[in-house]
């Protein structure tokens, strides 16, 4: 599992997006927004995300939340966690915007997710805040990557680049570590 955890404008989609580029397996995204509270719905977006990648992926799944209104979670996601596990090569699902989700259901059915994700797919996560889910347990167990805002700031050599590539802004060395140090080497500051 990877963690990107940190404020707005810091480039974590932008991260993610550079990082799904050089890949050479499928990736599955699905961004969340503040109406994705039913856990039920949001299972659904997950099946359909993963599809992209597999359209054999979640048809049970799929199945199961048709068939019934109030089908556990935890049926829904072994069966799609069974269909994972069957892919034949690696894949990653990326959740993007996490911090939108509030619903303790949501939480619980990605928590079972991340606690049963079978070898053949990453899970990546980009949020604004750190998720309720079990990141103390997978951090101590050296399950979980983690890209924090410190590592996504630009030093003062990154921002002269970043500056001089898109902006085409030249600067003292001086001018731009006081710019460095006045946004705290965030990408957003720095454009605007």
Not at 56 to 69: F, H, I, P, W, Y
Not at 82 to 96: K, W, Y
């Amino acid at each position: 599992c990877s963690l990107l955890s940190a404020p707005a404008g810091t480039g974590k989609t932008s991260l993610v997006a550079a990082w799904v580029a050089r890949l050479d397996h499928p990736v599955a995204w699905l961004a969340l927004d503040e109406r994705d509270q039913e856990v039920h719905q949001v299972l659904r977006y997950l099946v359909a995300s993963l599809q992209t990648i597999a359209p054999e992926c979640g048809r049970t799944a799929l199945a199961l939340l048709d068939a019934q209104s109030k089908v556990a979670p935890e049926m829904v996601l072994t069966s799609m966690l069974n269909d994972l596990a069957a892919l034949s090569a690696p894949a990653l699902l990326v959740l993007d915007d996490y911090h939108l989700v509030r619903a303790p259901a949501v939480h619980a059915a990605i928590e079972f997710l991340l606690n049963h994700l079978p070898p053949t797919l990453h899970l990546a996560i980009a949020t604004r805040e750190d998720p309720p889910l079990p990141l103390p347990r997978l951090r101590a167990s050296g399950q979980m990557t983690e890209v924090r805002a410190a590592d996504l700031s630009f030093n003062v050599e990154e921002a002269a680049a970043f500056l001089g590539a898109g902006v085409r802004m030249r600067l003292t060395a001086q001018q731009m570590a006081a710019l460095v140090e006045r946004t705290e080497g965030w990408a957003a500051g720095l454009q605007l």
